[in-house]
């Protein structure tokens, strides 16, 4: 997994029907977790909003344990950071 | 999953048999989501088209949902992402 | 998926039994979807040779469709491409 | 697998349910085993801690043979090393 | 796949109990396959040796056909390239 700061949101009217009712967050890596120019889109599993720190599962682990066996997705915020500050 | 801009499309007439029918696009990932040269080529499951800006969905999460179990695809356009200009 | 030219081809003589049979080629991406220096080894499902440019599925989906679903590999190529030159 | 130091640890408090019960660990990549700045966390599943040097599995591996198929998780230290000084 | 050179070996005692009875060898991708300092840690499947050059399977694919469904390993070597000298 890696941490990351949510840092905005994504807007898809037109989408595969599965997603429906997703909610699709913008994920900026820790500088420590990350090459240059990664971010990433998440699927919220935890109801994270802008600006908190999260933990991100990546792969089919996007997929296990959160309900979304069915969608394609590759990437879910699964939990809030309580000591993003320190992890800077 | 990562957001990019459809910028052109692929052509393979001899091909497996599973990716019949399918319409191959490439995608150049947003600049703050990629390396540098990193295009991929996705199929499309939402009807996008050169110039639009799509959702995509790597891995083996390409195949979940849309009906292509049984292809060898990597990467699938999810949707169609609405505030694209925004996110640049 | 990503694009590249066929430009080898790899021996092995001793090897996992379940991969007897494969003609194993090495892959040079396209510039535009290669970070440096990033050649891969595939397996030829379509009858690719030298100097061809193909479509190459990686991950979980070189295994599918293929019939491969017992066989260590990662990487596949799935189709010979048309438009190789416009694309480069 | 890649092989890196234990050098923090993750503290969440509002996760997925299923990751209840985890011991998340900052994994620092062996120098010869990353790319810049692409520290990851992993759960544990050896008892690790801080300063170890530990062998980690990543992407579906992760929930294999550890208890944890049904967990979003990536990435599982799945053993100490014993000679990880010399690997440096 | 990628191919590489074993260049070391990993001791890890306290390990995840699926583990048991591998060997786990350090592979330095060719230049040609690698990004830079990207060694991995690989189970060998086929008797691989320090010095040798092999094919490395990743992802998932590690643990197909090799009798490995349940251990948690995201690389093995399955093959010995003979013509590792040419490809370097």
Same mark, same amino acid.
């Given at each position: 997994?890696? @941490?990351?700061?949510?840092?905005?949101?994504?807007?898809?009217?037109?989408?595969?029907?599965?997603?429906?009712? $997703?909610?699709?967050?913008?994920?900026?890596?820790?500088?420590?977790?990350?090459?240059?120019?990664?971010?990433?889109? *998440?699927?919220?599993?935890?109801?994270?909003?802008?600006?908190?720190?999260?933990?991100?599962?990546?792969?089919? *682990? /996007?997929? @296990?344990?959160?309900?979304?066996?069915?969608?394609?997705?590759?990437? /879910? @915020?699964?939990? @809030?950071?309580? $000591?993003?500050?320190?992890?800077?």
């Amino acid at each position: 997994m890696i @941490i990351g700061t949510v840092v905005g949101s994504v807007v898809s009217t037109r989408k595969n029907e599965n997603l429906v009712g $997703n909610k699709f967050l913008i994920i900026e890596p820790l500088k420590s977790m990350r090459a240059s120019e990664s971010n990433i889109v *998440a699927v919220d599993n935890v109801g994270a909003g802008i600006g908190e720190v999260v933990l991100v599962a990546l792969g089919s *682990a /996007a997929r @296990i344990g959160c309900g979304k066996e069915e969608q394609p997705v590759d990437a /879910a @915020i699964v939990g @809030i950071v309580d $000591n993003g500050t320190e992890l800077e």
